[in-house]
């Protein structure tokens, strides 16, 4: 994922080539919108790709390589020595990747929520109700595929804030504090721009990575190139 | 100027202008070619197609061509030029208030030149604030936290270096801070996300006003917080303005909350020519209305008053800008002479 648009690397067009070679060792490269895509972020998400690949059981090795990055090579060096992103600036870098990390995990949790809540909301589920659903009955509320889709989405990020019992409340704020139904739609509006701001971000950054790359040109295959013995299958 | 279908004239101040050479010649390296390049993504990717230029015209572009942009089809009637030094990138820095004050000598009516600092400059930056300060008298600063001096990957307005010069600004009479604070680049995690300096300062310095550029984007939501607490802190809507045209549906959500949480008093437009230019921009912006679904949620309505505020009221208050004796110097000087109307305009 990217970790402040909370969406997929892959649907980004972020990620250019993901192989598996015989002995089940993995390749990555990934680019970004921009050459200045700020370090840490880009880093978070190299880290994540390689710990999500890592997870698999049958995967043997993972290389995880950023391209057209004005740190490439450092993060890149970074990464391949297994380094933390502290430890790949030093004193550039003044804070850890943990605490980037959580922020933008409530963020996402925050844009779930609240996407969640809108569609609740709007198929006539009153504030007092929902403020009072536990986690098992959210799972049973009945609701329609795209509100079915909404709560897998939400209860990914559910644990960011609070514990995951059957019986814990199913919506409670960034603090882990449950919401009143009085509060609600100043609540909800104040998610709001939280949310406004990914969809404007994301928007941002496809753009910026498609001006860059010239994703909108029509692809023409450019003949292999010599000496190329993989044939990895590379957009450009 | 632009002139309404009922004969209106509204008096338009761009905030946000650019007077640069990001050539290959002024390239000090490869960073300054990837600047004016990501720039030039920006450009490409938010313009509309028979609004894109050749990359050589982005590039460098003359005078000649920046008045006819910003005043002649464009509908801008003054400009602020801001500066963005670069001088890690570029050989004579990217755009530089002397560079800018060669637009501004030209024409003294239509510009606001504005200079910059950064405090990690020492007792020597100080100086040329002072400098700057004597020989163009100016009224802003534009300050880009995330440029980067050596080793250094930005500063924050919080450090205690800043404080002094915002000081020393206050003492000139510089009052108008303008700080950039957009799309996350550069930076390592320092200053990545935050506009929370913006805060601490506002509050400190209560004569001084801050112009928060790019409005916090993407850090909409902890802006509004800032904005809406401090009386003195405005937003810029460079770079938001042009997802008018891609997204519009994002700019009316973007627009609606500065609205309702920052009010029509307090938003200044942009163009940040050469990276967008006028003429489209406000076209699209006076024809602009916010959907009735977002206004239903945020209340908040674009009124013809309100888009007169927008773009140029708003930036004439901060700036002491008289818009009636303004408009007058500007009608004597020729300005106004591509205007139909102006043949018959007192003189």
Same mark, same amino acid.
């Given at each position: 994922m990217d970790p402040e648009l909370d969406e997929s690397v892959v649907d980004l067009n972020f990620v250019i080539r993901a192989d598996v070679d015989p002995l089940n060792r993995v390749y990555i490269e990934f680019r970004l919108p921009t050459y200045w895509c700020a370090a840490n972020f880009s880093f978070l998400m190299a880290d994540d790709m390689r710990s999500a690949v890592s997870a698999l059981d049958w995967v043997e090795g993972v290389s995880v390589v950023l391209g057209e990055h004005m740190y490439a090579d450092k993060i890149n060096a970074g990464?391949? &020595?297994g380094l933390s992103f502290q430890e790949t600036f030093g004193t550039e870098a003044d804070g850890n990747l943990d605490d980037l990390r959580q922020t933008f995990l409530v963020k996402a949790f925050q844009r779930r929520q609240v996407a969640l809540l809108n569609h609740l909301t709007g198929l006539g589920h009153q504030p007092d109700t929902i403020v009072s659903l536990t986690l098992a009955e959210l799972g049973c509320l009945p609701v329609d595929d795209e509100g079915d889709r909404l709560v897998r989405r939400y209860l990914e990020r559910r644990p960011v804030v609070g514990p995951m019992r059957p019986t814990s409340l199913a919506f409670v704020d960034a603090a882990g504090v449950r919401l009143g139904a009085d509060g609600f739609a100043a609540y909800v509006s104040g998610l709001r721009r939280v949310a406004v701001n990914a969809e404007f971000n994301g928007a941002l950054c496809r753009g910026l990575l498609s001006a860059r790359f010239?994703?909108?040109t029509p692809f023409v #295959? &450019? #003949?292999p190139k010599?000496?190329?013995a993989d044939g990895a299958p590379h957009k450009s | 100027m632009y002139k309404t279908a009922k004969g209106e004239e509204i008096f338009v101040i761009d905030g946000h202008t650019h007077f640069w050479d990001g050539s290959p010649a002024n390239q000090k390296n490869v960073h300054g070619k990837q600047f004016i390049d990501c720039f030039y993504a920006y450009h490409s990717n938010l313009s509309p197609p028979s609004e894109k230029w050749e990359k050589e015209k982005f590039e460098k572009y003359d005078a000649k061509t920046m008045y006819d942009d910003l005043f002649v089809t464009g509908y801008d009637d003054m400009a602020i030029l801001q500066p963005t030094y670069l001088t890690d990138f570029y050989k004579n820095g990217f755009n530089t208030t002397e560079r800018n004050s060669a637009m501004k000598k030209s024409h003294p009516d239509r510009f606001i030149l504005n200079g910059a600092f950064d405090p990690r400059d020492g007792t020597k930056g100080l100086e040329h604030l002072h400098a700057l300060s004597e020989k163009y008298k100016i009224k802003g600063v534009k300050l880009y936290t995330a440029e980067w001096r050596g080793e250094s990957k930005g500063y924050k307005l919080t450090d205690k270096a800043s404080y002094q010069y915002l000081e020393a600004a206050q003492k000139l009479g510089i009052k108008n801070i303008h700080v950039h604070k957009g799309p996350t680049i550069i930076p390592l995690n320092r200053d990545a996300f935050d506009v929370a300096d913006i805060d601490d300062v506002a509050t400190s310095f209560q004569?001084?006003?801050f112009i928060v550029e790019h409005c916090g984007l993407p850090r909409l939501d902890d802006f509004c917080w800032i904005a809406t607490q401090e009386t003195n802190v405005y937003a810029g809507l460079a770079v938001a303005l042009p997802f008018i045209h891609t997204r519009p549906g994002y700019f009316a959500h973007v627009i609606s909350e500065l609205l309702f949480w920052v009010g029509p008093d307090k938003i200044l437009y942009g163009s940040d020519y050469g990276i967008w230019t006028p003429k489209w921009l406000i076209d699209k912006?006076?024809?602009?209305?916010?959907?009735?679904?977002?206004t239903k949620e945020t209340g908040s309505v674009l009124t013809m008053e309100t888009k007169t505020k927008i773009l140029g009221l708003n930036?004439?208050?901060?700036?002491g800008i008289d818009v009636e004796a303004q408009k007058k110097k500007i009608r004597a000087g020729g300005g106004y002479a591509h205007l139909p109307e102006a043949v018959h305009a007192p003189r």
């Open positions: 990464l391949e &020595k010239d994703l909108e #295959p &450019k #003949p010599r000496g190329a | 004569d001084l006003n912006f006076m024809a602009f209305e916010i959907p009735d679904d977002v930036a004439a208050r901060l700036y």
